[in-house]
Nanobody, 114 residues
Framework: VQLQASGGGLVQPGGSLRLSCAAS????????MGWYRQAPGKQRELVAV???????GYADSVKGRFTIARDNTRDTVFLQMSRLKPEDTAVYYC?????????WGQGTQVTVSS
């Protein structure tokens, strides 16, 4: 499966962005999808995941600010990010865990700065 991430950009602290991850095929049978991020000089870290039954999970650093959702009719996973902080600045990658392996999107840059 190919994943296309979009929606990144420059936003001021306290602002919002919505990232999208569009899959090249149906995501209805994909067990886990989610988002990682990697800031300059840091390791890639898990941000949010969502299971096939739409149960979400979040990193402590984004709980209460980010919301992950999946739309199986559009084969897309979304990450709604609110109350953004400068430390949220990173390249965000979507990924999928399938029976045939793990797949990654190309990444989208999110920059939080005044």
């Amino acid at each position: 499966v190919q994943l296309q991430a979009s929606g990144g950009g420059l936003v001021q602290p306290g602002g919002s962005l919505r990232l999208s991850c569009a899959a090249s095929r149906s995501i209805a049978t994909i067990d886990v999808m989610g988002w990682y991020r990697q800031a300059p000089g840091k390791q890639r870290e898990l941000v949010a995941v969502i299971s096939r039954d739409s149960s979400p999970g979040y990193a402590d650093s984004v709980k209460g600010r980010f919301t992950i959702a999946r739309d199986n009719t559009r084969d897309t996973v979304f990450l709604q990010m609110s109350r953004l902080k400068p430390e949220d600045t990173a390249v965000y990658y979507c990924y999928a865990v399938t029976m045939t392996g793990d797949y990654w999107g190309q990444g989208t840059q999110v920059t939080v700065s005044s």
